[in-house]
């Protein structure tokens, strides 16, 4: 008993160790379909995917995938940190007007509208934390990413760059 609570101390010690940059954490990787590795958020719980942003120049993402209604409800509600190239990406099956709230929500986010051309159609840059205001795409949307407040200023992402990724 004494060595398993040892053990067990040990492993959280050595977690608790890892370098974190920036609110940054590391995803942890959990055996997917066919043998694949898919990695979870250690906060969500969610699959998290590539996403590449693409336009005057380029940028990476790790972002959380919220692929299910429960996921989409919840969002980033309750969540204080998020680092510099992490996201939500909130995929639709179908395109359709979407709109969001910040219900729950203590960071401030760029909330990112992309169209069925998988190309940026507006951004509603750093969104009032806790508001029930809806914040809505100009159009009808295939995706939302949500970014910490002042990312797309900061790599200059604007309307008409490309948004790419691959579900899995």
Known sequence: MVRMLVLGAALVMAACSQGETAGARTPAPTAGAAGATLERHPVSGLKVIDLMVRGNAEHAFRVELADTPAAQSRGLMY????????????????????????KNTPLSLDIIFVGPDGRITNIAANTVPYSLDPVSSTGLASAVLELRAGRAAALGIKPGDRVEYSLP
Not at 79 to 102: I, N
Request: glycine share 8%.
């Open 79 to 102: 969540r204080t940190e998020m680092g510099d190239f992490e996201g939500m990406l909130f995929p639709s099956a179908v395109a359709e007007p979407r709109s969001f709230w910040m």
